[in-house]
């Protein structure tokens, strides 16, 4: 995104590309920089609005944030992400808005519904509910069956619940996809070979979850 924007800075999609990577680099000081920087060439755009926003809710600054999400679902044609970005505030809040929010999103909007499912089921997994983000994964992964990314994130999901088969399963399926990906092996062999202490944990979460 760095070399596209070298050569053109009008390529929007390189400056909202370039925002979710740090932001899913956890460099949010950083995110933030970008998506100011982008602003000032495009201030009505929804996603660079979301995403400096999110880059401040990651910060703990909830109160600076709404300003930005809010503009950003208020921009004619506003991106489904925008949406997700408000929903994701909400959570870290604890409020009763964030399924509202992921429900707007999926109503419709810029963008693709398996980018809005994909980035819904990761503001779950941030925000500790793995067994919410498996529907919305589940669904990314029907759209996009070639990618390992989201495949990996299910099994991830499914190891914290504690549901082992299963996440022993989706990381098979990613592994047939990008067999020499060393991070999915290591992933696979922790999964297949967890030891005691994990188990034991495993158990525990399974109990934990049972009992709620």
Not at 47 to 52: E, V
Not at 121 to 133: D, I, L, S, T, Y
Not at 164 to 184: C, H, I, K, N
Request: proline share 4%; charged share 20%; hydrophobic share 50%.
């Amino acid at each position: 995104y760095s070399l596209a924007l070298r050569q053109n800075l009008t390529l929007i999609q390189a400056w909202s590309g370039q925002v979710w990577c740090l932001l899913d680099l956890g460099e949010y000081q950083e995110a933030m920089t970008w998506a100011s920087k982008a602003l000032e060439r495009f201030p009505a755009h929804s996603d660079l609005l979301a995403a400096k926003g999110v880059s401040m809710i990651r910060q703990g600054w909830f109160a600076e944030a709404l300003p930005f999400l809010d503009q950003a679902i208020n921009q004619p044609g506003a991106s489904r992400y925008a949406w997700v970005a408000r929903g994701e505030a909400w959570l870290m809040k604890g409020g009763r808005n964030a399924q509202f929010c992921f429900m707007k999103a999926l109503e419709g909007g810029v963008g693709p519904d398996w980018f809005a499912r994909f980035h819904i089921g990761m503001a779950f997994v941030r925000h500790g509910q793995p067994g919410e983000a498996i529907p919305h994964f589940l669904v990314a992964s029907q759209a996009c069956p070639e990618s390992a990314f989201l495949l990996a994130q299910l099994a991830l999901c499914q190891e914290r619940l504690g549901n082992t088969e299963a996440a022993v399963t989706y990381m098979r399926r990613a592994l047939q996809l990008r067999p020499g990906d060393s991070a999915l092996i290591d992933l696979m062999v922790r999964m297949e070979r967890p030891g005691l202490w994990g188990r034991v944990k495993r158990a525990f979460r399974v109990l934990t979850a049972q009992g709620a």
